[in-house]
C-alpha cells in the first residue's frame, strides 16, 4: 500500500525555523518527484517545493514566496523528503502535504501529482 505520512509540523514565532519529514512507504522512492504543497484556511492549496531524482544535485522548483527561505532535499536510503523551513512567517501559516509522482517534471500543478500525504499542521505567531 502507498503511503505518505508527514510530520514536523508545529507551532513556531515569526523568524524560526522548522523541518516536515515525509516519509513514504510501497513506492520506489528513487524514482519519485516529490513535493510540497500547503493550503490556509479559505485559499486554494498553492505550490511550495519540488525535487526530482534526476540531476546531480536533483533538479528542484520553488515558489516565488518561499525562495531563499525554505529548502527541499530528500534522502533516498530513508524513502524520505524534507522541507527545512527558515525565516517563518505568519503568511507560512497553513497545512502542508507531502505529494509525489513518477514523472520527472518538478511541476507547480498539484493535478501532476498522483499520491498526497494528510498533511501536518504549520502556525507560525507574530
Known amino acids: 500500500q502507498q503511503q505518505l505520512v508527514e510530520s514536523g509540523g508545529g507551532l513556531v514565532q515569526a523568524g524560526g525555523s522548522l523541518r516536515l519529514s515525509c516519509a513514504t512507504s510501497g513506492l520506489t522512492f528513487s524514482r519519485l518527484t516529490m513535493a510540497w504543497f500547503r493550503q490556509a484556511p479559505g485559499k486554494e492549496r498553492e505550490f511550495v517545493a519540488a525535487?526530482?531524482?534526476?540531476?546531480?544535485?536533483?533538479?528542484?522548483n520553488y515558489a516565488d514566496s518561499v525562495k531563499g527561505r525554505f529548502t527541499i532535499s530528500r534522502d533516498n536510503a530513508k524513502n524520505t523528503v524534507y522541507l527545512q523551513m527558515n525565516s517563518l512567517k505568519p503568511e507560512d501559516t497553513a497545512v502542508y502535504y507531502c505529494?509525489?509522482?513518477?514523472?520527472?517534471?518538478?511541476?507547480?500543478?498539484?493535478?501532476?501529482?498522483?499520491?498526497w500525504g494528510q498533511g501536518t499542521q504549520v502556525t507560525v505567531s507574530s
Open positions: 505529494a509525489a509522482k513518477f514523472r520527472s517534471a518538478t511541476t507547480d500543478d498539484a493535478n501532476q501529482y498522483d499520491y
Open positions: 525535487m526530482t531524482w534526476i540531476g546531480s544535485p536533483p533538479n528542484t
